[in-house]
């Protein structure tokens, strides 16, 4: 039996086509509209409403707290000023990531990291001598993404008081009555925010922004949106786009921040943090792998259809899984997931390919099946992201 | 007395002296497989004890099965079908209890419920045993090397396993290393907390070993449990449609579909042997089978002291023998039940009793409780608080009792072999009331369900399958007694210094367990396939 979210109760009724499906051990809609045409729309033109409460969350208390998540993570956390947010991966000892989320300061002396896996034991682990409480909070506490152009009109009017927050910034504030804490963050590259709420007035904050929305053209939105979403802004993805170290059977399944695209985030200057030592070392040498943006050349996608007698073909939703990526006959890499971009009108993908085939331009070939027969389509490879509006930031 | 000719002639009609059976048929050998019972199984047997009711009498769930010799037999065509048992429920002192389901993020709910801090250690912990199991599979398809040798055959074999260790990696080499040493209980206290969880992960390190959960070597019998492997996933346990009778049965049909002859009420006086070569059996009724190959599928203990004269063997493989340890540690309850066990840890949830009622109820409710039910056996007496691993094979096999009826089987440690002053009449039923009152204290209703109850002391199951001290492994798997060193050194092979005789057994290599690798090695080594050395 799979966990119930704090807003299951609004969520439910609104599944229409019963496109459930499994995330961190609770129902989550992939959608609830049978396809997320709307819904991604919704992202980019009004305001999408996503449930993203299975996130893991924990709460970091006491002196030596900014200490232990600094000594965990690869960014500068004593750095990380009252009310703001860090995305940042993890690493072990060896530089490999376990894990990637965010750090937030709530006050002087409470952080809150957010995961997609469980992490209590992690942090336990690398919490032995320092003066520090850990709680997870990933039940007591539910989550709302409200992303895109109008999210932050509706907050306003819902009585948020964000007019000012900036990127990367939370502040606590109310909706309606209920007190809640909103941050600038979310994984759709947006404008957006996040909304974290107690889990019993979860529903009524839920009720709130719905209410509110209906004249902004608020959608709820399922994972199926938020997954093109996320493609388009370059975002990667746990167990998708990697995996965690602690969980990879053999060593090529794991990977390090440099070769996920999340080399901006490691400060090897900083005092010492797990896997500080490799990092440097591989900062010198160079990552043997790197993740790129990968455009899937229109012309090439269709003739091979046309050779067939078909008209192209899109996939619908975005893809996990694993494709062949070529160059010169040879297997240099492989994207791991993909999408039709209704934004950019493009055939984006994402995908690990090695260093010396990473520059963006270089021209590479993707493996796509057309008619039970594999082909390869000509692929370029671009910076990440491949969306990303000034609104975002603004 | 007629006299017969055969290729090979296979001494017990137990699930690996079929498996040879079937292995040396299928090369062409015009086999003969004797069983000295009426049925056929050894110790993995289905009878119909009271009417109606149908039990695994002794081996009760299936897992460490080898893939190969499924495929190999087609197993499946001969009525192989081996149903899920999903779940493990703990019942625990206060009243709770702790679940293990099929589903992982409900186990991890479930463990969260008792730590969190175990919840994320079993996701590591089951990543590393499957590492782990990995690392000791290749071992139990090939014949065992020894390091001691330099023979070709040997050092080929352990630069073969050289260079798997090796491919292992450095953490998962010292992880493997504290796995063959350690104490099931001090390896897992290395990673969990919640006391409960680490005795019922510890309870399979003791199964058929005379070994408490602290005593060192009983973490390799923990893996030894884990590379239960279904269908390529490692730690799926299962229960075969029919009771493991229904494996032997299917094991004994391939055999005959290869040609082999099968004989039941058949046992074997002992082996004909002409100087220092093996050329038959005589049956108890005096009947002489000759044949250039001879396998003994029993015991160490009575394949080189009772179906040969031991005068014949080189005293150190007799004193290696004598030496072996048996020390049968469990008993086995089978209750022929009216209706369904009422377990008051489950609250009266009705939903969550149809669950756990298909999956294992497992009595182990802390470490100590274990390790004072080992002390018992220490001392030369049955447990007072037995571990019990309970399963109820009419949840999931409605065929095994009457519609509405059920059958439970339980498997109880310890009831040590050399119990003080020998096993009696009134001792085993003060062993199965011993049992039944602990079952009662987890499940009150239980005696007014009982039709019928049969309890089996290892005395019972020497006397009805002949194995030595009623050791359910021919042999305990503990380290010494593994590898190389099964049943004794120099004799690990599958051969004895008799030509023409061999062994196939659980008392050699790899052990124990409805597994079949032992009896497949062993026709391997027969025909010559894998270098015996």
């Keep these: ?394 | 007395m007629t006299s017969q000719r055969y290729d090979a002639i296979i001494i017990g009609g137990g699930h690996n002296g079929l498996v040879t059976a079937a292995y040396l048929a299928k090369a062409g050998k015009k086999t003969l497989v004797l069983e000295r019972r009426e049925i056929l199984g050894g110790a993995a047997v289905t009878e119909e004890v009271h009417p109606g009711f149908k039990f695994s009498v002794f081996s009760y769930v299936v897992s460490l099965l080898r893939p190969e010799i499924i495929r190999d037999l087609d197993l499946p065509a001969h009525g192989l079908q081996i149903l899920p048992l999903e779940s493990t429920v703990t019942p625990l002192d206060n009243g709770g209890y702790l679940a293990g389901w099929a589903d992982p993020d409900e186990t991890r709910r479930e463990y969260y419920r008792h730590s969190p801090h175990d919840a994320e250690a079993a996701l590591r912990f089951g990543h590393l045993m499957h590492h782990m199991a990995m690392a000791v599979k290749p071992i139990l398809g090939m014949i065992p090397p020894d390091p001691a040798s330099l023979s070709p055959g040997d050092l080929k074999g352990m630069l073969k396993l050289g260079a798997h260790f090796r491919s292992l990696g450095a953490e998962h080499f010292h992880q493997l290393y504290k796995l063959m040493t350690m104490s099931s209980a001090d390896y897992l206290d290395e990673w969990y907390e919640f006391d409960a969880l680490k005795a019922t992960k510890s309870a399979s390190g003791i199964i058929g070993t005379f070994l408490g959960p602290r005593s060192p070597g009983s973490a390799y019998v923990l893996l030894h449990h884990y590379m239960g492997e279904i269908d390529g996933a490692f730690r799926a346990w299962g229960f075969q449609k029919g009771g493991t009778g229904a494996i032997s049965n299917a094991i004994a049909s391939a055999a005959r579909a290869f040609g082999a002859e099968i004989r039941t009420n058949a046992g074997v006086e002992h082996v004909i042997v002409r100087g220092e070569t093996a050329t038959g059996v005589v049956l108890s009724n005096g009947e002489e089978l000759y044949a250039p190959v001879v396998v003994s599928s029993l015991d160490p203990r009575l394949t080189f002291t009772r179906l040969v004269n031991p005068t014949v063997l080189p005293g150190e493989l007799v004193e290696g023998v004598q030496r072996f340890k048996f020390r049968g540690s469990s008993g086995k309850v089978n209750l022929a039940l009216s209706g369904l066990p009422d377990f008051s840890c489950l609250g009266g949830n009705a939903d969550l009793a149809a669950r756990a009622l298909r999956g294992a109820f497992s009595i182990s409710p802390s470490m100590e409780y274990l390790e004072r039910a080992y002390d018992d056996a220490k001392y030369g007496q049955f447990s007072r608080n037995p571990y019990m691993d309970i399963v109820i094979p009419s949840m999931i096999d409605p065929g095994m009792a009457p519609p509405g009826k059920h059958v439970m089987s339980i498997f109880v440690q310890y009831a040590p072999h050399n119990i003080t002053g020998g096993w009696d009449d009134a001792k085993r039923d003060a062993f199965g009331d011993a049992v039944i009152r602990t079952l009662a204290r987890f499940a009150p209703n239980i005696e007014s369900l009982i039709l019928h109850k049969q309890v089996l002391t290892p005395a019972d199951i020497e006397r009805i399958t002949g194995l030595t001290e009623g050791n359910i492994f021919q042999g305990e798997l503990a380290l010494h007694q593994l590898f190389f060193l099964r049943p004794v050194p120099e004799w690990a092979k599958y051969r004895t210094p008799l030509k023409g005789y061999w062994q196939c057994g659980a008392g050699t290599h790899p052990g124990g367990g409805i597994m079949g690798a032992s009896g497949r090695l062993a026709a391997q080594a027969i025909l010559g396939k894998q270098d015996a050395a």
């Design chain 1, 1 to 394: 039996m799979l966990a119930e979210t704090p807003f299951h109760s609004r969520t439910a009724p609104l599944v229409r086509a019963q496109t459930w499906r499994r995330w961190s051990g609770h129902q989550i809609a992939s959608a609830y509209d049978p396809h997320p045409d709307r819904e991604y729309a919704a992202v980019r033109n009004a305001a999408a409403l996503f449930d993203v409460s299975p996130l893991k969350k924990y709460l970091i208390t006491g002196r030596d707290a900014a200490r232990l998540l600094d000594r965990m993570v690869t960014r500068d956390v004593m750095k990380c000023a009252v009310g703001q947010v860090l995305y940042t991966p993890w690493c072990d000892v060896h530089g490999k990531v376990v894990d990637d989320g965010t750090v937030s300061r709530l006050d002087e002396t409470t952080y809150r990291l957010t995961s997609a896996e469980p992490n209590y034991r992690w942090l336990r682990m690398s919490a032995r001598g320092m003066d520090v409480d850990i709680q997870e909070i990933s039940d007591s506490v539910g989550a709302l993404a409200l992303q895109g152009p109008l999210s932050r009109a509706i907050l306003q009017e819902a009585g948020a008081d964000v007019a000012a927050l900036k990127y990367f910034r939370l502040t606590h504030t109310k909706i309606r009555n209920t007190p809640v804490t909103i941050s600038r963050t979310g994984y759709t590259g947006d404008l957006g925010f996040e909304i974290w709420v107690p889990r019993d007035h979860g529903v009524a904050v839920w009720d709130a922004l719905v209410s509110v929305g209906s004249r902004y053209g608020i959608v709820p939105a399922g994972i199926w949106a938020l997954d093109i979403a996320r493609i388009e802004a370059g975002l990667i993805m746990l167990d998708v786009d990697y995996f965690s170290s602690h969980h990879a059977l053999i060593e090529d399944q794991k990977s390090s921040p440099y070769e996920i695209n999340l080399g901006w985030t490691v400060n090897d200057t900083k005092g010492p943090f797990n896997g500080q030592r490799a990092l440097r070392e591989e900062k010198r040498r160079g990552p043997a792998w790197n993740f790129v943006g990968l455009d899937v050349d229109w012309p090439s996608f269709e003739q091979l259809h046309l050779a067939r007698g078909l008209a192209p073909r899109i996939p619908n939703i975005a893809w996990r899984a694993s494709a062949p990526i070529y160059r010169g006959g040879k297997q240099v890499g492989y994207a791991t997931s993909g999408t039709w971009s209704p934004m950019l009108k493009r055939y984006l993908a994402l995908g690990h390919v090695h260093a010396a085939h990473g520059a963006p331009g270089t021209e590479l070939e993707m493996e796509i099946t057309v008619e039970h027969r594999r082909n390869r389509a000509k692929a370029t490879v671009r910076k990440l992201p491949f969306f990303d509006p000034p609104r975002k930031k603004a």
